[in-house]
């Protein structure tokens, strides 16, 4: 049975209705996510608030939590912590991208649908270092400890949510 963060959503309607929809997903359930190696475990819960603004379909998504990765200096786990605040526009089209507020950004929904998983993924991906390692100063576990509780610092969450699709959105 299909998770309900995973079922396509009707923007229009939602945004109408200023929906707001609580989720909390297991990030290897996300696609792309679990295509990542070093990525082993962890969730994010939060809220997509649908309105809208200028006649267009935004959504104001907050999301908390923590991924589980695989250290690349010493291959044990560590945990990132994962917060988030990003305001989106919802397009049916690129082309609506070069009328946007810079204020939001944009996230393509193809024939005005979108799932709570594809707003969220792209989210988290970007959040997550392209090589994961303990704290920059060695902390790595010595060789053979099972403790593993290093945590990686929180300002290694990037600023730039969804930087990747606007680069996209802006090759036309
Ligand atoms: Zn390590």
């Known amino acids: 049975m299909p998770q309900p963060w995973s079922k396509p959503l009707e923007v229009d309607r939602l945004s109408r209705g200023a929906a707001a929809l609580d989720f ?11 295509s990542r190696a070093e990525v082993i475990g962890g969730s994010v819960h939060g809220t997509v608030r649908f309105a809208r603004k ?7 998504v907050t999301l908390e939590g923590a991924a589980r990765l695989t250290c690349q ?11 988030a605040h990003v305001q989106v526009a919802l397009l049916s089209s690129a082309d ?3 009328t946007l507020e810079d204020a939001f950004e944009p996230v393509l ?3 005005g649908r979108i799932s709570v998983a594809e707003l969220i993924e792209e989210e988290v991906l970007l959040s997550l270092p392209i090589v994961p390692m303990h704290v920059e100063d060695g902390q790595c576990p ?7 509780t290093g945590d990686a610092p929180a300002d290694a969450v990037t600023q730039r949510p969804f930087a990747r699709l606007g ?3 802006n090759q036309k």
């Open 142 to 148: 010595s060789s053979g400890a099972q403790s593993a």
């Open 96 to 98: 609506e991208a070069s």
């Open 24 to 34: 909390d997903v297991e990030l290897t359930q996300l696609p792309r996510l679990s």
């Open 54 to 60: 200028s006649g267009r379909a935004v959504a104001d």
């Open 167 to 169: 680069e996209l959105l």
């Open 109 to 111: 929904a193809p024939e």
């Open 73 to 83: 200096r010493c291959m044990q786990p560590m945990t990132l912590p994962l917060s």
